[in-house]
C-alpha cells in the first residue's frame, strides 16, 4: 500500500488549535512516514482491502455462533490470529488513559464485580496500572478482577471467551504484531460527551507520539466517529490518511455531520480527509453515493454485520467499494480471495460477461443487466432489514 503526503492545510473552524500543538512535535519523523494526498487514491495497485475488526472479530456475548467468542476481541492473540489469513489492516479502538497512555479498548466503561458488586469505571478515568488489572494478567499465576460486559439491552454478562488475552496498550500493538499488517486505529470517543478541543488535543498528541515512534513502515490508517478527531488529527499531521466514520444514517445524533451519507461527504471534502468508513446498510440504501464518494477520490471503507456474509461483500466489490470490515475473518477473507479473480482476460469487455463468485454454498451469477437490477433492488431489501 503506496501513501503520499502532502502539506497539510488550515481545517475549517479549528483555527484555535495553538502552534505548539501541531506539526512541529513531530515534524523531525515526518519525512520517514508513508504518503498521503488529497485528492489521492490511496492505493498504488486498486486492490480490494479485508480488514479484520477489533482483531480476528468482534465478541458477541449472547450470539449462537461460537466464532464470535472465540478470542478476545482487542487483544494481541486476536491480532495475530487475524493475521494469519489473507487480511491487509486490523482495526481497533484506541483510548487514552488518566496518565497519558494510549490502550487498546473498545467500550466506555469497564465492568467488574466485587464481593457480589457489580461497579463501572470510565476507561478513560483509569490510571495504566489500574486498567491492565482487569481480566488475564500476563504475569503467571496472578489473576486480575473479573471483567464483565454491558450488552445493548442493559444486560450485565460475564466476558467468557474460548481464548482469552491480556488487555494490551497501542505500543505493544506496534512491538508484537507482524509489521506488514495495517493498522487501522479507530480513535474511540464517547458519543455522550462534548469534548473541548484542549482534551481532544491532548489525546490524539498521545497517541500520535506513539505511532511516530513505532510505526515504522507499517501502513497506518486513522478514522473515527468523533468529526472535531478527524478534523484535529489531519490538521495535527500529513503523514496518514484520515477517514471520517459515519453510520450512514442508520442513528440518528445531536451532530448532524454524523446522520448521513451526504453530510460525511461534507466534512471530508471541507475538512481534507481522505475517506469515509459508512455502515454497510448506509451504502446499500444509498448505492448512488459510491459514484459521488469516488468522483471526489475519496476512498470508502464499509463495516456492519452484512460485511460477514460473503454475497453482500461480492456486491460491494463490484459497487466500486475500497474494502470492508469484517468478523469473520478466516472465511471471508479466503471468499475475497476467490471473488475477486478477473472472470475473463484482462483487457476483455463483454456487456453480457458472467460474474461468478466461487465461495462456499451458492455460486451466483450476474451478467452486468442483472448486476444493474440488483443495484436498484438493495436499497428496498435493506429497507426491511
Same mark, same amino acid.
Given at each position: 500500500?503506496?501513501?503520499?503526503?502532502?502539506?497539510?492545510?488550515?481545517?475549517?473552524?479549528?483555527?484555535?488549535?495553538?502552534?505548539?500543538?501541531?506539526?512541529?512535535?513531530?515534524?523531525?519523523?515526518?519525512?520517514?512516514?508513508?504518503?498521503?494526498?488529497?485528492?489521492?487514491?490511496?492505493?498504488?495497485?486498486?486492490?480490494?482491502?479485508?480488514?479484520?475488526?477489533?482483531?480476528?472479530?468482534?465478541?458477541?456475548?449472547?450470539?449462537?455462533?461460537?466464532?464470535?467468542?472465540?478470542?478476545?476481541?482487542?487483544?494481541?492473540?486476536?491480532?495475530?490470529?487475524?493475521?494469519?489469513?489473507?487480511?491487509?489492516?486490523?482495526?481497533?479502538?484506541?483510548?487514552?488513559?488518566?496518565?497519558?497512555?494510549?490502550?487498546?479498548?473498545?467500550?466506555?466503561?469497564?465492568?467488574?464485580?466485587?464481593?457480589?458488586?457489580?461497579?463501572?469505571?470510565?476507561?478513560?478515568?483509569?490510571?495504566?496500572?489500574?486498567?491492565?488489572?482487569?481480566?488475564?494478567?500476563?504475569?503467571?499465576?496472578?489473576?486480575?478482577?473479573?471483567?464483565?460486559?454491558?450488552?445493548?439491552?442493559?444486560?450485565?454478562?460475564?466476558?467468557?471467551?474460548?481464548?482469552?488475552?491480556?488487555?494490551?496498550?497501542?505500543?505493544?500493538?506496534?512491538?508484537?504484531?507482524?509489521?506488514?499488517?495495517?493498522?487501522?486505529?479507530?480513535?474511540?470517543?464517547?458519543?455522550?460527551?462534548?469534548?473541548?478541543?484542549?482534551?481532544?488535543?491532548?489525546?490524539?498528541?498521545?497517541?500520535?507520539?506513539?505511532?511516530?515512534?513505532?510505526?515504522?513502515?507499517?501502513?497506518?490508517?486513522?478514522?473515527?466517529?468523533?468529526?472535531?478527531?478527524?478534523?484535529?488529527?489531519?490538521?495535527?499531521?500529513?503523514?496518514?490518511?484520515?477517514?471520517?466514520?459515519?453510520?450512514?444514517?442508520?442513528?440518528?445524533?445531536?451532530?448532524?455531520?454524523?446522520?448521513?451519507?451526504?453530510?460525511?461527504?461534507?466534512?471530508?471534502?471541507?475538512?481534507?480527509?481522505?475517506? #469515509? =468508513?459508512? +455502515?454497510?446498510? !448506509?451504502?446499500?440504501?444509498?448505492?448512488?453515493?459510491?459514484?459521488?464518494?469516488?468522483? %471526489? $477520490? *475519496?476512498?470508502?471503507?464499509?463495516?456492519?454485520?452484512?460485511?460477514?456474509?460473503?454475497?453482500?461483500?461480492?456486491?460491494?466489490?463490484?459497487?466500486?467499494?475500497?474494502?470492508?470490515?469484517?468478523?469473520?475473518?478466516?472465511?471471508?477473507?479466503?471468499?475475497?480471495?476467490?471473488?475477486?479473480?478477473?472472470?475473463?482476460?484482462?483487457?476483455?469487455?463483454?456487456?453480457?460477461?458472467? #460474474? =461468478?463468485? +466461487?465461495?462456499? !454454498?451458492?455460486?451466483?451469477?450476474?451478467?452486468?443487466?442483472?448486476?444493474?437490477?440488483? %443495484? $436498484? *433492488?438493495?436499497?428496498?431489501?435493506?429497507?426491511?432489514?
Amino acid at each position: 500500500m503506496a501513501l503520499k503526503a502532502v502539506h497539510v492545510s488550515d481545517v475549517p473552524n479549528l483555527d484555535q488549535v495553538p502552534d505548539n500543538a501541531s506539526l512541529s512535535l513531530y515534524s523531525s519523523r515526518f519525512s520517514k512516514g508513508v504518503h498521503v494526498g488529497r485528492p489521492t487514491t490511496l492505493f498504488k495497485e486498486p486492490k480490494f482491502l479485508v480488514i479484520g475488526h477489533r482483531g480476528n472479530g468482534m465478541n458477541m456475548l449472547q450470539s449462537s455462533d461460537l466464532r464470535m467468542k472465540a478470542i478476545k476481541e482487542n487483544t494481541l492473540l486476536s491480532f495475530n490470529t487475524a493475521g494469519n489469513y489473507p487480511i491487509d489492516f486490523i482495526e481497533f479502538d484506541v483510548q487514552v488513559t488518566r496518565d497519558g497512555c494510549p490502550i487498546i479498548f473498545h467500550d466506555n466503561f469497564i465492568y467488574s464485580e466485587d464481593n457480589g458488586t457489580i461497579f463501572e469505571k470510565r476507561v478513560t478515568e483509569l490510571s495504566l496500572s489500574e486498567f491492565l488489572t482487569f481480566g488475564p494478567q500476563k504475569e503467571g499465576g496472578s489473576e486480575g478482577k473479573t471483567l464483565l460486559r454491558k450488552t445493548k439491552d442493559g444486560k450485565i454478562l460475564n466476558w467468557t471467551v474460548e481464548s482469552d488475552d491480556p488487555a494490551c496498550t497501542l505500543q505493544e500493538a506496534f512491538q508484537k504484531v507482524n509489521p506488514s499488517l495495517g493498522f487501522n486505529i479507530e480513535l474511540k470517543f464517547d458519543d455522550n460527551i462534548v469534548y473541548q478541543q484542549d482534551y481532544l488535543i491532548h489525546v490524539l498528541q498521545a497517541i500520535l507520539e506513539v505511532v511516530f515512534d513505532h510505526a515504522k513502515e507499517r501502513p497506518i490508517i486513522f478514522s473515527s466517529f468523533q468529526p472535531d478527531a478527524t478534523l484535529l488529527v489531519r490538521k495535527l499531521q500529513d503523514t496518514y490518511p484520515v477517514f471520517f466514520l459515519t453510520n450512514g444514517g442508520n442513528e440518528i445524533y445531536n451532530d448532524v455531520r454524523r446522520n448521513c451519507l451526504e453530510e460525511a461527504i461534507k466534512l471530508c471534502v471541507e475538512g481534507g480527509l481522505h475517506g #469515509i =468508513v459508512s +455502515e454497510v446498510r !448506509g451504502i446499500f440504501r444509498n448505492p448512488g453515493a459510491v459514484n459521488k464518494i469516488k468522483e %471526489l $477520490k *475519496l476512498a470508502l471503507l464499509t463495516y456492519g454485520k452484512l460485511n460477514n456474509v460473503a454475497e453482500a461483500v461480492y456486491m460491494q466489490h463490484l459497487m466500486g467499494v475500497d474494502g470492508v470490515i469484517v468478523d469473520l475473518v478466516k472465511e471471508i477473507a479466503e471468499a475475497v480471495l476467490k471473488m475477486v479473480k478477473q472472470p475473463c482476460g484482462e483487457g476483455e469487455e463483454d456487456e453480457e460477461e458472467e #460474474i =461468478v463468485m +466461487e465461495g462456499k !454454498g451458492s455460486r451466483p451469477k450476474f451478467s452486468q443487466r442483472e448486476l444493474a437490477f440488483l %443495484l $436498484k *433492488l438493495i436499497p428496498e431489501l435493506v429497507q426491511h432489514q
